[in-house]
């Protein structure tokens, strides 16, 4: 126990090292989701994508059998991910049983994978288990994930968590892969007031301010 | 009481009869409201702004001391709102102590005012109440306002239903205004899409369903 | 005010005199309601048809554009209703604006409506308005209706008894309806087997005791 | 409207004018609520037959089919109450549909009514509305009345205000009652103590200080 | 019905004809209060307090019983209020029961009375009933009131409102009273910095920007 | 703690390896859950007893006392699970302290226990933590489970997640089993359709979609 | 990770093995309590010295500074308890700092440590570490215990669940405590007809019936 | 597992060994925070530092890009903090990113790092975690921090937890840190008084009784 507490390595996400992992964000399976508001939902959905394109970071997004109910890929996605590649699963429930996925996951060549999807205790958690199995690290976004009900979200972050996955917001997911203002200010920025309204406010009450 | 329940008068908004009054939706005040997540005041703000612009609602809006801490008129209503008159307030708190303000009412020769802003238990409570007694119908849209907590909230409710007043959501207030579909049913699924995440899923499934 | 308290009418729901109106529930509307969990909506929405078909309530129901996103009449009504008139609107959001509904509504020769929908703020509160106005009692069944968030409810539920309408739960309104056990016992204890499980579990420690 | 707010009649509770309705707490009814915690709703029903007790108010209790899954009146009720009358109905579900029970509560001689009990959207609401339309004052004591859920509370509550009924909890009904605490401070003590824990520790705290 | 929409007369609080009633706020009855967090009931008391000093609002304070558990008048009233009348109970649940108390409420000359205190569904609500007959207007400010639960604020309010009294948060009290800020900037501002902490903070990010 | 976040095992339920185990879902233990809507546990239990069925299961069913007050086994699952043992306890509170019922475990000959139960913290707990002490994977079905209050299965949830448990849903565990919709797409579908409204629905929608 | 979730030794409460630590339940400290209704937390302090009682645990109560503010340990305590150590604190804020406290506990020769106290993140958390860290297993009564909100609750349970706390119910400590109803049936029912209100229903009606 | 529950060390918070460290608590980001009520927030951080002054803990703040929207360190800090060193980040998201703050951490000479700041899942759980990784304890002062949504800050707490740190309220850093009321009890008494409103009625209460 001593040594639990002491000298635990913070295995930080870096825009190198990282993958987004996009797991059925499907319109139809969207409206499955009840721990979270549809609006926000929706928002944190969009600011993950944008992350990706910010960082560029390599992106697998998979699909359940989109042709029937579950629906097309979310069209905020379609729109957004730059170039992502697509894995249409025709039955697989957990995307690393696709030999396909797994494969694009490997070509990326990345170690760090950030995983959100529908449903965080079905499809998202699936993937991260197998993920950790194989070695990789993992990053939960859990805002943009959702599942039916909020006592399934509770019990599979624990499970995932006792795996070894770290769960995040897509606020931290972007701000430990920026690491520095610096980096990229306008783009920080732009994340921000295109996701957290109170903090566009706070833009534009200062700007007001300084126009005086 | 027996003849309360028979016959109340439905004073439903019409589209030729309605304006909109937007009060003290400013960047620095938005950050007091705490009745509602941030995203979803800002995605309902838009969403009755949009609405103006659908319906063509003479608009008047009204700010409170802007060059101070209150800060500018949101930035999403000086992009959305069609050529409003804009009343800046240098002290009333009630914008019906504001002759201009009343006066700009009266110009837009409606009786039926949709009213929102911040705060609900004070700016919008006060203006509602005050125009109700000038013999105006009014129209509360109690998810594009904001207070400070629920309990105001409840409060200022309570009291300006009890003087007359009609809450309503902007998805009512946009579907009372529209009345059938067939009046411009592109206008108001661009209303639903933009700002009903679900919504936009349904026409996205049904759209891949057809194209099948 | 004095008079106020006193002796107010009490215009309970008879049999004899009621008519449902179902409005719009619809698989795709359904998606959108989030003040309810699903399950609870379904088993609210069957228990109000079980209820139409054990006191053969006349029953008119509707919905709005079926052919796009809206989708169909719920499955679990399409199966129960017994003979329903089904009036499809191919645009008025308020169904009393349609006048084959009002037509309708009239020849079932009653004056008290039970009324149940999605969403409360909209499709329910409009027609609930209208009804009043024209004449009718009107009995809302808040856990059978759905809006997209709680403070759209609270809203439209004040506006409508502010108007002159009785807030019910199916279960009150199976109750007032058949006033007496005896009147048909099996009946009453199926409506309540079927969607209280509570209840039901009351009745099977029950018999088992009986049987030892 | 103006004469609406001014000299409302204040139709306070009067331990010679009031007496208790006690409607289908029940065994098995009991397990149907779910808009408080058991605990809460047990002891806040204790409080109110301790205050039937201490005030010596007339008492009428009213059982449903109590022979079957229904169950028998709560024990705690069969303990604290001196000497109620108790009806047993066979089928009414709206106890003022039972002449032996409206025959009682006029022979307690009182107009007005304190009124608690299962489930509070039916057998509590349906009796209330029925006094009221006879002419009697109701109090609704909503702590010790329960439904299956707070959605059902919510509407009832709204439906019987509307109708001119008193919300009120237990701890407001001995209040208007005692009127001051020198006409029996040992009584009101009690009651705070058995049913306040928080009462209980400040008078704890007191003593304890006032040994030292 | 029709008339009851229109032209509602708006009763607003005016600093020459109001007078605060502060009504149990002991540091002993503070204990019972579980609908607010303590850190939020106190800073709406102060709020209060403040704004009685701030516009010289003659006030009567009344305790019950406070030799005993309910404890002495709230120390942060005793540093606050400026020599305000103080009844002291020895029995009387509802101070309007006291002809000390109401001798001096007649005069303070005002026809309005802002009304707080603990607990909202006995002390507050029994002066309110018992002021509106007399035929003052009655303003409660419900967030500087509070009670043993939820439930019982929200029935009590919905009493007091069907009497005829307007719930108002603080915040709306001092705003009202105001009315422009012109009269008096340092003072309103003083109020919002000392009790609404997102205020303080946009005004310290206002000057940090001007002092640039 | 580098090597824990690293690949870690994952144990995923397989059909061939794992039995269900049913802890005292009895109808008078039933009536003591609080944690979840009564609706909304029937339905989860309902929906677990069908992926026993579905998946051909080995189950065991145990109960306690079912002869008195903790009643018979839940109706739904007498009708739906196919041919369990069932153990019926006279005493023994841990399921385990039961020789016969350990042997019918360990006679089911698998390794993965899926168990659920009335209550969460007592009698799920107990069976849970001695299982995984004898080396069985277990897998506790937290929506199909219920306790006393939201706060004992906090608790316990933490407790058994920390002794090597894995918190599902039952969505999750169907999921994990199927393992591809090939397997059995109309099995997969019937669960869903069964026990997620909003699956149905969707459904539903696609289904008129294409048969227009 | 693989060894972690197999043959987690499951280290059960043990009536020969376990002690009970009462920690500053003061009726001073009670007042400090808001992460549970007063009515809950008081039931459950109660069950828990009845556990006590019944299982003839040796019993260590401690208060800290008893004379001032924080006042005498509850009453329902020194009522229940029998013969409890009682170790009053002069200073020390954790219990185990006290040697008189700390001999208390080795007197009961005990390794299982059943604590609850007021408040969860310190009085008890800190004996809770401490004991930990001397090698005795420790159990923390959570739902008999209480903190100033619920964060801190969460924190706190966190903190000790990671050192190697259980946390647990009263219920689950009688449960796994009692083992066997045969053990003595008459005391586990009592502790639940006393304690929770829905297990009384059961039996009065599982009663009712048999005495028909 | 065995040895896991068993001896864990019990590293507590000791006023020699600690630093408190102040992470972005800034006028312009508090206006972010959403998952605590402003006042609980504003008056949490005053209590910790006011904790810092009462126990002369070195304290390292740092501001991220105080000229901009993010604003001046929190007033209330300024005026508390005793001459705190203060790092202004240019740029850097994780403060131990900056040179200058890691080497005034390591000034500090202390071991045991108290951290709190805005918002939780990034700046503080960033610090937290590189802190740890340096091998020191990190205590995090969770309700004196804040995050945009209670989802992110459940997240950001297991991630930590999962990693090592200690959560905990600052009633517990307080008391852990003075041990002892002997040690200085007026200072204890005060931070008490100063901010948690319950006792400083219970000792307003106590002085009274004392008085008399």
Redesign the interface.
């Known amino acids: 126990?001593?040594?639990?507490?002491?000298?635990?390595?913070?295995?930080?996400l870096n825009k190198d090292e990282a993958a987004l992992l996009i797991i059925d964000h499907q319109?139809?399976l969207?409206?499955?989701v009840?721990d979270?508001?549809?609006?926000?939902?929706?928002?944190n959905v969009c600011a993950l994508a944008d992350i990706a394109k910010l960082f560029k970071l390599p992106t697998v997004a998979t699909t359940?059998?989109?042709?029937?109910?579950?629906?097309?890929l979310?069209?905020v996605l379609r729109e957004r991910l730059p170039n992502p590649k697509i894995v249409r699963r025709?039955?697989?429930?957990?995307a690393w049983?696709n030999a396909e996925f797994v494969k694009a996951v490997k070509k990326t060549n990345r170690k760090q994978l950030i995983v959100a999807g529908i449903?965080t205790?079905?499809c998202v958690?699936?993937v991260t288990?197998?993920a950790?199995?194989?070695?990789y690290?993992v990053y939960v976004v859990?805002?943009a994930s959702g599942?039916?009900?909020i006592?399934?979200t509770?019990?599979?972050?624990?499970?995932m968590?006792?795996?070894?996955a770290?769960?995040?917001?897509w606020?931290?997911v972007a701000?430990?892969l920026?690491?520095?203002?610096?980096?990229d200010?306008p783009g920080f920025k732009k994340l921000m007031v295109d996701?957290?309204?109170?903090?566009?406010?706070?833009?534009?009450?200062?700007k007001?301010?300084?126009e005086?």
Chains 1, 2, 3, 4, 5, 6, 7, 8 share one sequence.
Request: include cysteine.
């Open positions: 126990m001593e040594t639990e507490r002491a000298k635990a390595k913070y295995d930080r319109s139809g969207f409206q499955l009840h979270h508001s549809p609006v926000d939902l929706e928002q359940s059998k989109e042709d029937g109910p579950n629906g097309p979310m069209p025709e039955g697989e429930i957990n049983d449903t205790d079905v958690a699936f288990l197998s950790l199995e194989a070695g690290k859990t805002d599942s039916l009900c006592g399934s509770a019990g599979a972050l624990a499970r968590v006792h795996a070894g770290c769960p995040m917001s606020f931290a701000s430990e920026m690491r520095d203002w610096r980096e200010e996701h957290v309204p109170n903090y566009k406010h706070l833009i534009d009450s200062y007001a301010n300084k005086d």
